[in-house]
């Protein structure tokens, strides 16, 4: 009884993206593109929230490749598709939705120092030490929020692409994450 073993002839992604750099052979750029495209689609739709706009940037990225491909050195394909293709759809964000960007202006930053919260009579041990405890408390996507904002140094803007929330939800949770972590270092201090 024999046994017949079908050698894989599948080509690795650097295979394939050495065979496109060094011939231009667009065949092997489409295979080594082909084997992304479900990750590239749900990323595209992740940021863009629209089948349509998804599908378009996916090609457009397609045809990115063709040229970047050629003049970047690539050691981990997939990675760098992925920052290509999250920077493509931040770019089409930027464009398209210039209003969004608009909208988060001076009057809708937070302007008061964050440990305004604690009143000046604490010592600095006790406000860090309260604070760690209450930030603990709040609801996860409050402390996402706070957090973001106050200690990660994000805009709005950011804090709505990393989380997905909208900017409106994003305001609240921070104004009911600061008006929260308040009267809970105000207990804690027994200020």
């Known amino acids: 009884m ?5 050698k894989d002839v599948r080509k ?4 394939l993206l050495s065979l496109y750099v060094i011939s231009s052979n667009q065949e092997a750029l489409g295979k080594l593109f082909s084997r992304y495209t479900p990750l590239v689609y749900g990323l595209c739709l992740k940021y863009l929230q629209h089948q349509q706009d998804a599908e378009d940037a996916v090609m457009h990225i397609y045809v990115e490749l063709i040229e970047k ?3 970047h050195e690539i050691t981990n394909f997939k990675s760098w598709l992925y920052s290509v293709s999250k920077n493509h ?3 089409i964000i930027r464009s398209t939705k210039p ?3 608009q909208e988060i202006c001076t009057q809708d930053v937070e302007s008061e120092p964050f440990l305004y919260l604690i009143d000046e009579e604490a010592n600095d041990h006790e406000k860090n030490h309260a604070l760690n405890i209450c930030l603990e408390t709040l ?3 409050q402390h996402r929020c706070i957090k ?5 140094k994000c805009s709005y803007a950011d804090i709505v692409l990393l989380t997905g929330y909208n900017l409106k939800k994003v305001k609240s ?3 009911n994450g600061k008006r929260n972590l308040k009267s809970c270092i105000v207990k804690t201090l027994k200020i």
């Open 2 to 6: 024999g046994y017949s073993f079908k």
């Open 12 to 15: 690795s992604d650097e295979e």
């Open 69 to 71: 491909c050629l003049h």
């Open 89 to 91: 759809c931040l770019q």
């Open 99 to 101: 209003k969004f960007f």
């Open 139 to 141: 609801p996860k996507e």
């Open 148 to 152: 973001s904002f106050f200690f990660d």
């Open 173 to 175: 949770h921070i104004q």
